[in-house]
């Protein structure tokens, strides 16, 4: 059965190439530009890794993360969150969040840092 990735990001270049590159290392991606109704999208999907945009939509992916951590059945979700702002990793990570990407990312880095952290 192949695990399963929940991506939220609100720019389509960057959704449709982590879709790609991760369908590509044989994962079952799902991704979304919108972040309403995400912990419901959770809920149906059920993730096995969540990737995040830390600015999306005009929400802060940091505070979803929060809630997904926070939420009993998924606080063992590993989240992974992308960000433009690279002076502000330690805040970032403050969320709850397993890793940071920052953005423009590396391709490798992002397969490496997913493999890490769900295989």
Do not use: T, W
């Amino acid at each position: 059965m192949l695990k399963k990735i929940l991506v939220l990001d609100d720019n389509e270049d960057i959704l449709e190439v982590v879709h790609e590159v991760l369908s590509y290392e044989r994962f079952e991606v799902k991704s979304v530009s919108e972040s309403e109704q995400f912990m419901v999208l959770m809920d149906d999907f059920n993730p096995d890794l969540v990737l995040l945009d830390f600015r999306v939509s005009g929400e802060n992916g940091g505070e979803i993360c929060r809630q997904i951590k926070s939420h009993p059945k998924f606080n063992n979700v590993p989240v992974i969150i992308f960000s433009a702002y690279i002076n502000h990793h330690d805040e970032i990570l403050a969320y709850g969040c397993d890793a940071v990407i920052n953005k423009p990312f590396d391709l490798f880095e992002l397969v490496d840092k997913v493999n890490n952290l769900i295989c």
